[in-house]
Nanobody, 123 residues
Framework: QVHLVESGGGLVQPGGSLRLSCEASGNFLRLNDMGWYRQAPGKQRELVATISSGEIPHYANFVKGRFTISRDNAKNTVSLQMTSLKPEDTAVYYC?????????????????WGQGTQVTVSS
């Protein structure tokens, strides 16, 4: 079992900044791509940013230039630095991780989600 624990959400004024962090723990061989998704009330969950195990980032167009994703492979963490926040960034933000796990004599790919952390941008 793999656990992803997010932290860093909260209430911030428009134009402000927040940093989200996510730590992976449990039994896995290694982490593959990690990322952040978000879901606003009444909307579908959408990709915000992902980062490969080789630390190559990918961003949704609506956050380019404002958000920065990073990871620390030694600590099994992924972070999302959010700046110039807008009210439309309000959502529950979810950490996601692809992992390689050993099951018997096989190595499988699995995918896990964190429990989510609320980000509210409001004056």
């Amino acid at each position: 079992q793999v656990h992803l624990v997010e932290s860093g959400g909260g209430l911030v004024q428009p134009g402000g900044s927040l940093r989200l962090s996510c730590e992976a723990s449990g039994n896995f061989l290694r982490l593959n791509d990690m990322g952040w998704y978000r879901q606003a009330p009444g909307k579908q969950r959408e990709l915000v940013a992902t980062i490969s195990s080789g630390e190559i980032p990918h961003y949704a167009n609506f956050v380019k230039g404002r958000f920065t994703i990073s990871r620390d492979n030694a600590k099994n963490t992924v972070s999302l630095q959010m700046t110039s926040l807008k009210p439309e960034d309000t959502a529950v933000y979810y950490c996601n991780a692809g992992v390689k796990v050993v099951r018997g004599r096989k190595v499988d790919d699995d995918n896990y989600w964190g429990q989510g952390t609320q980000v509210t941008v409001s004056s």
